[in-house]
């Protein structure tokens, strides 16, 4: 069983988490900078707006970072599923063939091998 389309869905919400947490860097930079408000956050002046621009910051930060960090576990998991699941199905073709393999011989050769 192929699993290109699944796979291919990982990677993509992967690289949506790793974009999600630098939107979320980005994001509380720029309110960090308040580059959006030369006179201050909604009339306050630019010394008593420091604390809401952090708090909002922060905020974004951890919100970018949670958020992320979530869509990147959850690709990863995908991503281990399908690697168990091919393991999983090349231990059992090794199983199988072992099986026929084991049937088809004499007794005399099995007696031959070490043990």
Not at 29 to 52: F, I, K, M, Q, Y
Not at 71 to 89: D, H
């Amino acid at each position: 069983m192929r699993a290109r389309f699944t796979r291919a869905a990982a990677r993509v919400e992967i690289a949506v988490g790793v974009l999600i947490i630098l939107l979320g860097v980005i994001g509380a930079g720029l309110v960090l900078s308040g580059w959006h408000e030369p006179g201050g956050v909604h009339g306050l002046p630019t010394r008593e707006a420091l604390p809401a621009r952090v708090g909002a910051a922060v905020v974004l930060l951890i919100a970018g970072v949670a958020l992320g960090g979530a869509c990147i576990v959850a690709g990863q998991l995908m991503l281990v599923f399908l690697e168990m699941q091919r393991r999983l199905a090349r231990i059992d073709r090794r199983l199988e063939r072992w099986e026929l393999s084991t049937h088809q011989e004499s007794p005399l050769t099995e007696r031959l091998r070490p043990r």
